[in-house]
């Protein structure tokens, strides 16, 4: 007896499964929720403090107030001096503590920087699961400076 017997898989075989397994992966993946992750949480306050800076630079450069809006409500931050804007996603936690009035006027949800540099100040946290960031803006120089804030687990 001169039988031989062959083991394995064809080439239609395997390119059948990895056709289905491609199936499968096309039709799950849009269910599969995405979560922001730790670095792309510290990219979305490296955005913002940038923003802010970009904003602070252009109040200098132009002589004139520029406000950045934060819009807590619909989580953006808009540049007041360019067409920039942040907009953070509905799984990071955006919280704003912003001043009501600057320079006796109604501060309306901004940050205002001067011509001088100055600001009336402000900051935006940014937190995901057990760590935050916190961007501030000095309330006297206009400042702007990203503090990393660890949150406790229980």
Known sequence: ?????????????????????????????????????????????????????????????????????????SRVIHSGSSRLMVRIPDDVRFDALLPRTCHRQDALSTIRFFADGGSCGGSIALTRLDVGYEIRVNWLTGRVEIVTRDIAVN
Do not use: H, W
């Not at 096309?26 to 970009?54: E, G, H, N, W």
């Open 1 to 73: 007896m001169n039988e031989t017997t062959q083991r394995g898989f064809t080439l239609l075989e395997m390119v059948c499964v990895l056709a289905i397994i491609a199936l499968i992966a096309a039709v799950l993946l849009p269910f599969i929720p995405s979560q922001t992750s730790r670095s792309r949480l510290q990219a979305y306050a490296l955005q913002t403090a940038t923003l802010l800076k970009r904003d602070r630079t252009a109040a200098i450069d132009r002589s004139t107030s520029v406000a950045t809006l934060v819009d807590a409500s």
